[in-house]
């Protein structure tokens, strides 16, 4: 059973069961394959290390189609397409590399069952978590205070009979140890 976050003179320490961090680790991989970026063959790498590609079109920068990638790659300007477009065609590579690098760091972390976090690691891991709990909300359909209510009545993972149900445990599971990490963290400063 998983043990919460707290502050020791090495950092921040949560202690984890082999199929807990086997099940982070396989949701850290779920989240990086949606959000790895199509390569192209005639893509310049000097262009794809920095980002961008001046020679792209607008229609290589279209918002995703995926609701869980939208939601880990919002427009920047929902009432302005131009404007969210641009943004994109500028910053999304840079912003889908910075979060699959904090969620490989974090997969990395699953190897050993004491989870030891840095100052520095801790909010690469907390960001790493919190675009799991993303993809999973949109997968639950978690949009109002009702399907919140909903998905934290699951609590009994003998009970889970459908895929919904287990996915509101794993929500419920991520949550509670992004929280765990949030309050060791902020007992730090």
């Known amino acids: 059973?998983?043990?919460?976050?707290?502050?020791?003179?090495?950092?921040?320490?949560?202690?984890?069961?082999?199929?807990?961090?086997?099940?982070?680790?396989?949701?850290?991989?779920?989240?990086?394959?949606?959000?790895?970026?199509?390569?192209?063959?005639?893509?310049?790498?000097?262009?794809?290390?920095?980002?961008m590609d001046p020679n792209a079109h607008h229609e290589d920068f279209a918002p995703p189609t995926d609701r869980a990638t939208k939601r880990l790659l919002p427009d920047a300007d929902p009432d302005d397409a131009g404007a969210s477009l641009e943004f994109r065609r500028l910053s999304e590579r840079g912003i889908r590399e910075k979060k699959i690098g904090?969620?490989?760091?974090?997969?990395?972390?699953?190897?050993?069952?004491?989870?030891?976090?840095?100052?520095?690691?801790?909010?690469?891991?907390?960001?790493?978590?919190?675009?799991?709990?993303?993809?999973?909300?949109?997968?639950?359909?978690?949009?109002?205070?009702?399907d919140a209510e909903r998905i934290h009545a699951q609590d009994d993972w003998s009970k889970a009979d459908t895929v919904d149900e287990y996915l509101a445990l794993v929500y419920n599971f991520v949550t509670w140890l992004q929280e765990s990490l949030m309050q060791a963290m902020l007992k730090s400063l």
Do not use: C, H, Y
Request: glycine letters at 4%; zero cysteines.
């Open 1 to 51: 059973m998983a043990r919460a976050f707290k502050n020791t003179r090495r950092g921040l320490v949560a202690s984890l069961e082999a199929t807990e961090r086997q099940l982070l680790r396989g949701l850290f991989q779920d989240v990086i394959t949606l959000l790895e970026p199509e390569r192209t063959a005639d893509e310049d790498p000097l262009w794809a290390m920095v980002g």
């Open 102 to 146: 904090a969620l490989r760091e974090a997969a990395l972390l699953m190897e050993s069952s004491s989870l030891l976090l840095s100052t520095e690691t801790a909010p690469r891991f907390a960001a790493a978590l919190n675009d799991v709990r993303l993809v999973l909300a949109e997968r639950l359909g978690l949009e109002s205070d009702q």
